[in-house]
């Protein structure tokens, strides 16, 4: 009961979809920066000027959040918070895998604390060998060795394959997030994806997609119930709007868990849902400031 209420009050303070064409409409980012001086970014947004760590700051407001409903939550829902904290720890596992690869040096991780899976164990790797035999033996499972790309996809599948075997509302979240990344290897790469990442992918989406040729050809060999997550998608330039419209969808089934009559770990995941998307929704207002771009096609097309 006491998280259920809490989720919903923080569900409250979100930006919103208007405030946040507002923020896009902005001519400069110190503009947009400006009109979020009283919600609930604003704290770890003060003396930010660059994009950069604008999107930084408003990431660490979500976890932020995440973890204060955690705090509410009996011992029985600290795995639908680890589940969704997954999203976080990626970054800080891509960061060091990065790291590790000779690129820049990995910024302070986010502080996960109780909603760690593998983290404290994976941050003292010094090889991207050895951080996948760590996290072979976690939650994570196998997920290394192909490279960075290939990593971030089984990392991705495997979050989200975890939260719906928590939170079974979310399962339409995990098979429209599969689609949305075979689509991109399809389309997208100049490389054929792993034998790992076509793996994970098929308990979802099956085999058919991997010999596909097309956008359209793609679209039908998926199973009759994930294909609205692709539908009137053409050619892969136009696959950001898939996207988008996947955080929408994201966004309305959190509206509806939220409207639940009863207390329970679905108000909890809606909460979660309706945070997570206007996070992602702030940060493309954001960037279409700093670009001066006057509007966001991709909130237009999330709307």
Same mark, same amino acid.
């Given at each position: 009961?006491?998280?259920?209420?809490?989720?919903?009050?923080?569900?409250?303070?979100?930006? !919103?979809?208007?405030?946040?064409?507002?923020?896009?409409?902005?001519?400069? &980012?110190?503009?947009?920066?400006?009109?979020?001086?009283?919600?609930?970014?604003?704290?770890? &947004?003060?003396?930010?000027?660059?994009?950069?760590?604008?999107?930084?700051? #408003?990431?660490?407001?979500?976890?932020?959040?995440?973890?204060?409903?955690?705090?509410?939550?009996?011992?029985? !829902?600290?795995?639908?918070?680890?589940?969704?904290?997954?999203?976080?720890?990626?970054?800080?596992?891509?960061?060091?895998?990065?790291?590790?690869?000779? !690129?820049?040096?990995?910024?302070?991780?986010?502080?996960?604390?109780?909603?760690?899976?593998?983290? &404290?164990? #994976?941050?003292?790797?010094?090889?991207?060998?050895?951080?996948?035999?760590?996290?072979?033996?976690?939650? =994570?499972?196998?997920? !290394?060795?192909?490279?960075?790309?290939?990593?971030?996809?089984?990392?991705?599948?495997? =979050?989200?394959?975890?939260?719906?075997?928590?939170?079974?509302?979310?399962?339409?979240?995990?098979?429209?997030?599969?689609?949305?990344?075979?689509?991109?290897?399809?389309?997208?790469?100049?490389?054929?994806?792993?034998?790992?990442?076509?793996?994970?992918?098929?308990?979802?989406?099956?085999?058919?997609?991997?010999?596909?040729?097309?956008?359209?050809?793609?679209?039908?060999?998926?199973?009759?119930? &994930?294909?609205?997550?692709?539908?009137?998608?053409?050619?892969?330039?136009?696959? =950001?709007?898939?996207?988008?419209?996947?955080?929408?969808?994201?966004?309305?089934?959190?509206?509806?868990?939220?409207?639940?009559?009863?207390?329970?770990?679905?108000?909890?995941?809606?909460?979660?849902?309706?945070?997570?998307?206007?996070? =992602?929704?702030?940060?493309?207002?954001?960037?279409?400031?700093?670009?001066?771009?006057?509007?966001?096609?991709?909130?237009?097309?999330?709307?």
């Amino acid at each position: 009961m006491a998280a259920s209420v809490r989720a919903r009050l923080m569900a409250t303070r979100r930006v !919103g979809a208007g405030a946040s064409r507002e923020l896009a409409a902005c001519p400069t &980012l110190d503009g947009a920066l400006s009109l979020l001086g009283s919600s609930s970014y604003a704290g770890r &947004l003060a003396g930010k000027s660059d994009l950069r760590a604008a999107e930084r700051a #408003v990431h660490e407001t979500v976890l932020w959040q995440l973890r204060v409903i955690a705090g509410w939550l009996p011992a029985s !829902g600290t795995a639908l918070a680890r589940g969704a904290a997954g999203a976080f720890e990626i970054e800080n596992i891509m960061a060091l895998a990065n790291q590790l690869a000779g !690129g820049e040096k990995a910024p302070d991780p986010y502080h996960l604390g109780a909603l760690a899976t593998a983290w &404290l164990r #994976v941050q003292s790797a010094r090889s991207n060998e050895e951080l996948a035999a760590i996290l072979s033996a976690t939650a =994570w499972g196998d997920v !290394g060795g192909a490279g960075m790309g290939a990593l971030r996809d089984a990392l991705t599948v495997t =979050w989200m394959r975890r939260l719906a075997a928590v939170a079974p509302a979310a399962r339409p979240w995990y098979g429209a997030v599969c689609v949305l990344l075979a689509a991109r290897i399809l389309a997208v790469d100049s490389v054929a994806s792993p034998e790992m990442v076509r793996r994970l992918l098929r308990p979802v989406i099956g085999r058919s997609w991997e010999s596909t040729k097309s956008i359209a050809e793609f679209t039908s060999s998926l199973p009759p119930s &994930l294909r609205a997550a692709v539908r009137d998608i053409a050619s892969p330039e136009e696959l =950001w709007r898939a996207e988008a419209r996947v955080h929408a969808a994201v966004e309305r089934d959190g509206f509806q868990l939220l409207r639940g009559p009863m207390p329970g770990p679905d108000v909890v995941l809606g909460a979660i849902a309706v945070l997570f998307t206007d996070g =992602w929704r702030v940060r493309a207002a954001l960037t279409a400031a700093a670009a001066g771009a006057g509007l966001s096609e991709v909130l237009d097309e999330a709307a």
